[in-house]
Nanobody, 127 residues
Framework: QVQLVESGGGLVQAGDSLRLSCADSGRTFSRNALGWFRQAPGKERAFVAA????????NYADSVKGRFTISRDNAKNTVYLRMNSLEPEDTAVYYC????????????????????WGMGTQVTVSS
C-alpha cells in the first residue's frame, strides 16, 4: 500500500526558502510520476509541480515557475520540492501525490490522474 508522508513545512518570512520532502513508506513508486499540489484556505486544491518517473521531465504551474524546483531520488523513494523566494500567496497545505499510471513520460497536472495522496504539510509565509 502506498503511503506518502510529507515533511519540511513551516512558518517562514517572505523571500525565504523551504524544501519539502515526500517519502513513500509503503511501496516503491519509482515507476510513477509524482506531483505536488497545494490548497489554500477557502480555495480548491491546485497543481504546483510534477516530475516524470525517470526524473527527466517536469511540469510547473505558472505561479511557481522559476521559484520552485521538483526533484526525486528513487533510491530513497523520496520526492522534493525546493521553494525559493516564497510569497504570502504560497501559504497553503502542500500535498504530494503519485500518478496512477506507471511510466508516464510527461507528468500531468491533472488532479484526477493522481490516485495516491499524502496527508499534507502546512507552509505559512508571512509578509
Amino acid at each position: 500500500q502506498v503511503q506518502l508522508v510529507e515533511s519540511g513545512g513551516g512558518l517562514v518570512q517572505a523571500g525565504d526558502s523551504l524544501r519539502l520532502s515526500c517519502a513513500d513508506s509503503g511501496r516503491t513508486f519509482s515507476r510513477n510520476a509524482l506531483g505536488w499540489f497545494r490548497q489554500a484556505p477557502g480555495k480548491e486544491r491546485a497543481f504546483v509541480a510534477a516530475i516524470s518517473w525517470s526524473g527527466g521531465s517536469s511540469n510547473y504551474a505558472d505561479s511557481v515557475k522559476g521559484r520552485f524546483t521538483i526533484s526525486r531520488d528513487n533510491a530513497k523513494n523520496t520526492v522534493y520540492l525546493r521553494m525559493n523566494s516564497l510569497e504570502p500567496e504560497d501559504t497553503a497545505v502542500y500535498y504530494c501525490a503519485a500518478d496512477s499510471q506507471r511510466y508516464r513520460t510527461s507528468p500531468t497536472s491533472n488532479f484526477g490522474e493522481y490516485d495516491y495522496w499524502g496527508m499534507g504539510t502546512q507552509v505559512t509565509v508571512s509578509s
